[in-house]
């Protein structure tokens, strides 16, 4: 069953690039605290964050707390500090593209000529890109 409420938020999330806090406890926000057949739980309560909050070295865990008379069950976002674990994998952001200079680097990268298979091809020209997106990134962000 299609669901457009749903749909409208992911899409949302999608164009705002925004990530989906996922609880390190506990699965549901939600139940309809009835038991047998008729019963429901659901994650309705959620945080959402901006994938930038992981470019400034933050971690963001969701905890489901337990609930008392309510139907819905608290939720704690916590931010701290994020240990060293690598590099921060890259992570394209639809606002570049309003950007000036995006499309002149997309251009030109994929303008090189890579030799090989068509995925070898792709695959070298997606990592080429990858690399000089994110050196433009840097500089454009002093």
């Known amino acids: 069953m299609r669901d457009p409420a749903r749909e ?59 609930h008392s008379v309510s139907d819905h069950k608290p939720i704690r976002l916590e931010i701290k500090k994020d240990q060293v674990r690598g590099p921060i994998p890259f992570r394209f952001n639809p606002n570049w593209i309003n950007d000036k200079g995006f499309i002149d680097i997309v251009t030109k990268v994929w303008a090189t000529t890579v030799q090989g298979s068509t995925f ?22 002093a």
């Open 8 to 66: 409208w938020v992911e899409d949302l999330a999608s164009a705002w690039d925004l990530l989906d806090i996922k609880p390190v406890k506990g699965c549901y926000t939600w139940t309809n605290k009835r038991i047998g057949p008729g019963h429901i739980v659901a994650r309705l309560d959620r945080f959402l964050v901006q994938s930038s909050l992981l470019l400034l070295g933050l971690e963001a865990k969701a905890k489901i707390l337990p």
């Open 120 to 141: 070898y091809v792709w695959e070298g020209k997606i990592k080429r890109l990858k690399f000089a997106l994110k050196l433009w990134k840097r500089a454009n962000q």
